[in-house]
């Protein structure tokens, strides 16, 4: 055994998040793409079945009531709230994350004044962002310009309205200071809309304590909802009352069975619904949330920095040094859940990774992603996955 295996067996004898992995579905390989479909939580399936079979097969229509169907958006983000640093009656869970983006920016820019005609929008972006950002100034009538995170407090102007931002780069997992950002943001007069789809489930967010304005996130990556579970929305509760949404369904109507010919909206984060809600995915999501009941996001945290540390350790122990480049930040405080590693052959690497059970994701065009999630990669798979790899590579 070399000492790294030994390491790894230390590390997991000593990790109090350890025994979590029990609770998932999860068979031998290496599973390093959480940050793309979390792994399936094992009391998740019964859960489902007893939704389909007995609060729709048998409660049917009384289940809107009875079995909490429509009260299950503010419910779940009451939930979700913790994870994110947030007050209970701030979230709504609904539709999918590109939706809560033109949503939230739209949203934000209607908060804005009228001279104010620009909006930020990262350039580093997961790509639904930028697009969705694209459209909503068009509809607004304001210019966008892409900045990178960091060109953003020079960027910032008395012109600017709204700044769109991923907490956490998708491609290149840097996680972006979201407290000095939003602080310059605010500085600026502007509101600031943030991306935790990398962030959430993974590492602290704090979005109550650093005055975040709007936030959007998906709960299928760290969350581990499902595939397509839907997506939540954060609107700060003092600018509820001026949240415009663009998407004003009946479900955001103060009245939603007093089918009004005219839009009155309901107060509270529940103006962020639309329509009739996916009862099914919501449900699941409700469920594997519940894996975070006696989980601290802080502990997560720690491992997954540790995760993320041990697993660079391992490549540069068994690679062959400029073999691959690691294009994640070094610092932790500008580090998220994943390691992503440049070669110009990663496409096909990847492809064999998989092959011999190391699943992680290739992103275009030479991108090797490796998604660490604490609750239930180990320090064993790491190491596994850092040994295969580098017999890929050699
Ligand atoms: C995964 C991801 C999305 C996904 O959006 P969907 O509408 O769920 O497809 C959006 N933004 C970021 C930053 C993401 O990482």
Redesign the pocket.
Known sequence: MSELTLRAEKLDAADDLAPLRNRFVLDDVVYLDGN?LGALPAHVPDRVADVVRRQWGELRIRSWDESGWWTAPERIGDRIAPLVGAAAGQIVVSD??????FKALVAAVRMSHETRTEILVDAT??P??GYIAESAARMTGRTLRAVTPAEVPAALSDRTAAVLL?H?D?RTGRLHDLPSLTASIHEAGALSVW?L??SAGALEVGLDRHGVDLA?G?T??YLNGGP?SP?YLYVRRDLQPRFDSPLPGWNSHTDPFGMSPSYTPAPGALRGRVGTPDILSMLALEAALEIWDDVSISAVRTKSLALTDFFLRCVRAYTEPGRVESVTPERHAERGSQIALRCPDAGEVMRRLISRGVVGDFRHPDVLRFGFTPLYVTFADTERAARILSEELA
């Open positions: 793309s999918s994350t590109s939706v809560n983006v972006t997961f639904t962002d991923n956490v998708y991306d789809c990398h959007v998906c299928y990556k397509g997506a």
